[in-house]
């Protein structure tokens, strides 16, 4: 069975610092692993997606994530934190053809000024 | 844009009062998800429709029913709501032959049962 473990329920930076959001997976197939941002009272919304092409994965407002296949880890990173990416995170697995989602428990992110 | 819609964003009813939930969608994808979503925790999946095949999950209560009249549109009927079902539901789509099947949310609806 596949699933996915966000190591920190929280995690608070100051403005301009990196940004590291840990996501593990576990998976007996090759996986395609994803990244989700919610914002407050919103639903959510996809930062990015591997889906076994390049290791590291670009997506939108400057994130981006590295496949690593020996660590079974997709860490979700940005390299200099804004304000406007306070939000709950989401690391999410599904199989090759699998039309269904396994979230991880969610990240919620603290910028500090 | 195509998007996913859900109405209303808020919803209140009271205790035992059924309450149905709406979604639509101009993408044009075949897969409808409903998912619930209590505070601070992550979205839990209720059921799906791949075309108009319904898969409910295992642990959904018979309490949640859903119903998807055309492609465009699917609904989640809560027949009897408790206390403990007030929570976010959440609509997804998603369309089988991409690659990565990536599911597309919609803004959802905050359900507070008085």
């Known amino acids: 069975a596949q699933s996915v473990t966000q190591l920190g329920s929280h995690v608070s930076v100051s403005e301009g610092a990196l940004v590291l959001l840990r996501c593990n997976y576990s998976s007996s197939v090759p996986p395609y692993l994803f990244w989700y941002v919610q914002y407050p009272n919103q639903g959510l919304q996809l930062l990015l997606k591997?889906?076994?092409?390049?290791?590291l994965v670009k997506g939108i407002n400057g994130f981006e994530a590295e496949f690593k296949k020996s660590e079974t880890s997709f860490h979700l990173t940005k390299p200099s934190a804004h304000m406007s990416d306070a939000a709950e995170y989401f690391c999410a697995v599904s199989d090759q053809g699998a039309q269904k989602l396994v979230f991880g428990q969610g990240t919620r992110l603290t910028i500090n000024p | 844009d195509a998007m996913v819609i859900q109405n209303p964003r808020y919803q209140v009813t009271q205790f035992g009062k059924p309450v149905t939930l709406s979604c639509s969608q101009t993408?044009?994808?075949?897969?409808m998800y409903w998912y619930q979503q209590k505070s601070s925790q992550a979205p839990k999946l209720l059921f799906h429709y791949y075309d108009k095949d319904f898969n409910n999950e295992a642990d959904t209560p018979d309490n949640f029913q859903s119903r998807r009249p055309n492609t465009s549109f699917c609904f989640l009927d809560i027949r009897s709501p408790g206390l403990g079902d007030a929570a976010m539901y959440l609509c997804?789509?998603?369309?089988?032959?991409?690659?990565?099947?990536?599911?597309?949310f919609g803004p959802g609806t905050r359900l507070t049962v008085l």
């Open positions: 997804a789509t998603s369309r089988d032959s991409q690659r990565g099947i990536t599911q597309y």
């Open positions: 993408l044009n994808h075949n897969v």
């Open positions: 591997y889906t076994s092409a390049a290791t």
